[in-house]
Structures are given as structure tokens and as C-alpha cells.
């Protein structure tokens, strides 16, 4: 099955940028989802089809996707960006869904 | 906005069946636009996407749950339900449940309830 691999742990420093990569095997070819889940709330959608935003989240959040490495990149980064970060892919191999193991964002 | 919550016994014993509920607020479950699925995280591991049912139509489970996974709609409630039989502490995790996908090809999910832990233990 396909394989999403993230790093476990991204700090920065307030004010900073924070970067979130998400490897797979041509993962280029496929959109790249992202979700925001702070500390016992729901996961939040923050970047669809590599790099949209959807309504209501911040401009600081962006994505891009190439060849073997999706980007979360989160920009300014704030007090309240301290969340674990999952990617997540469709894999149309076996029309399954298939997320990465999730990078917590430490807030130094 | 639709809102999502998930409700149902947090503890089940072994060999037994877990059941949950989503009721779905703000919205209807009808819509034609949407898929509603189940996804579970494992204590401390990421997201595992269970399965989804389309109001009018089918049904899919990830291949590795497919022969103990049930989801349902009750459109008459607004609710949508998962049932896994013969459950095993490999089956505690916080449970899900979430708008998407969509009907015409977004491959997301953009609406999640707050998740219910259920432990497997006796």
C-alpha cells in the first residue's frame, strides 16, 4: 500500500516559517491533502489539492507538491500554529484514502 | 456551517461489536454533493480511514477492516453509523466521523466531528 512518510516533530521559533514535508513515491502525481488537529479538537482541513485554502483559513498557510515531496509550509508562525499536521493522499491503486503519520509543530 | 458529533459506549469488551453514531447539524445528509466516512486514530500513531457511504448509493471500506466494518445512513435522523464486529484491543483508538468525500472529485475531508475514544478492554 502506499506510504506517506513525515518527520515527527517541526519546532520554530514564533514569527518564523515552518516547513512540514510529506514524502511518497511520485506523490507529485496526486493531490496532497493537509489537516490541522490542536491538542483534543477535530482535525482541520488547511490546505486542499496541494495548495488551496479553503474558507476562513489564514494566507500564512500554503502548500506545493513535487516529485517525491509535499510541502506544508506555514508562514509568521504563531503561538496557536502549535498542532500536529497530517498530509494525506487518495491512493486510486486500491481507491483507498491514506494519511501520513502526522509532524507535531512545537511553538518555541 | 455543518457540524458533526459522534456518540456511543466508550468502553466495549473483546469479541463483541462497536457502534457509533454521527449526528450531522446545519446540513443535510441528502445532499448529493457528499460521501460520509469514519476515520480512527490509534493512540499516539496518525489517521486510518475506515470507510465511507454515499446517501444514494454505495458503500467502500478500507480493504483491511472490509470484513468487519458496517456503515449505514438514517437519512430520516440526519445520522450516519459505523458497527465493527468482533472488536480486539486493536480496535481502541478515537473515532471519527467526517464530510468527504465529494461527489465530484475532491478527495478530502472537510467537516470532522470532535472524535469519541472507545476502548476495547474487558
Known amino acids: 500500500s502506499y506510504v506517506l512518510t513525515q518527520p515527527p516533530s517541526v519546532s520554530v521559533a514564533p514569527g518564523q516559517t515552518a516547513t512540514i514535508t510529506c514524502g511518497g513515491n511520485n506523490i507529485g502525481s496526486k493531490s496532497v491533502h493537509w489537516y490541522q488537529q490542536r491538542p483534543g479538537q477535530a482535525p482541520v482541513l488547511v490546505v486542499y489539492d496541494d495548495n488551496a485554502r479553503p474558507s476562513g483559513i489564514p494566507e500564512r498557510f500554503s502548500g506545493s507538491n513535487s516529485g517525491n515531496t509535499a510541502t506544508l509550509t506555514i508562514g509568521r508562525v504563531e503561538a496557536g500554529d502549535e498542532a500536529d499536521y497530517s498530509c494525506q493522499v487518495w491512493d486510486s491503486s486500491i481507491e483507498h484514502y491514506v494519511f501520513g503519520s502526522g509532524t507535531k509543530v512545537s511553538v518555541l | 456551517q455543518v457540524q458533526l458529533q459522534e456518540s456511543g459506549p466508550g468502553l466495549v469488551t473483546p469479541s463483541q461489536t462497536l457502534s457509533l453514531t454521527c449526528t450531522v447539524s446545519g446540513g443535510s445528509i441528502r445532499s448529493r454533493d457528499y460521501y460520509w466516512s469514519w476515520i480512527r486514530q490509534h493512540p499516539g500513531k496518525g489517521l486510518e480511514w475506515i470507510g465511507y457511504?454515499?446517501?444514494?448509493?454505495?458503500?467502500y471500506y478500507n480493504p483491511s477492516l472490509k470484513s468487519r466494518v458496517t456503515i449505514s445512513i438514517d437519512t430520516s435522523r440526519n445520522q450516519f453509523s459505523l458497527k465493527v464486529i468482533s472488536v480486539t484491543a486493536a480496535d481502541t483508538a478515537v473515532y471519527y466521523c467526517?464530510?468527504?468525500?465529494?461527489?465530484?472529485?475532491?478527495?478530502?475531508?472537510?467537516?470532522w466531528g470532535q472524535g469519541t475514544m472507545v476502548t476495547v478492554s474487558s
Open positions: 457511504k454515499y446517501p444514494h448509493g454505495n458503500t
Open positions: 467526517a464530510r468527504g468525500p465529494t461527489k465530484w472529485g475532491d478527495k478530502n475531508f472537510d467537516q
